[in-house]
């Protein structure tokens, strides 16, 4: 199953230009157990110049409660200038409520 999230607070604030398009999550059966998922999100760059994402680290949520959290290291993200890659899968993703707690979280949002 494949579960496409798009919020429009996705920005890097430094620029004030919302950078992440859309995010698609993988959610398996296995995820009830491991209470992880993989992602892969689109990043768009708006700027006149390459961007390269070397590494990120998030942790995703709603009113101080984190629902989502990883870090990931890319070997080589590269966003030409005014164009829209996918970053690729990301593996392990954490689900901090447990998996039936984000499957909650998303179907009020």
């Known amino acids: 199953m494949e579960v496409h999230l798009t919020k429009p607070h996705r920005s890097f604030v430094g ?10 999550t993988t959610i398996t059966l296995e995820t009830l157990i491991t209470d992880e998922v993989t992602v892969n999100f689109d990043v768009e760059n708006p700027l006149d110049t390459d ?11 709603l009113d101080g409660t984190i629902y989502a959290q990883f870090t990931y290291q890319f070997d080589n993200f590269l966003i030409p200038a005014h164009t829209i890659r996918n970053s690729g899968e990301v593996p ?13 979280f998303e179907s009020v949002t």
């Open 15 to 24: 620029i004030g230009a919302l950078l992440i398009k859309v995010v698609h």
């Open 51 to 61: 961007m390269r994402v070397a590494y990120l680290q998030v942790d995703s949520g």
């Open 92 to 104: 392990h993703v954490k689900l901090p409520q447990g998996a039936l707690g984000a499957f909650m």
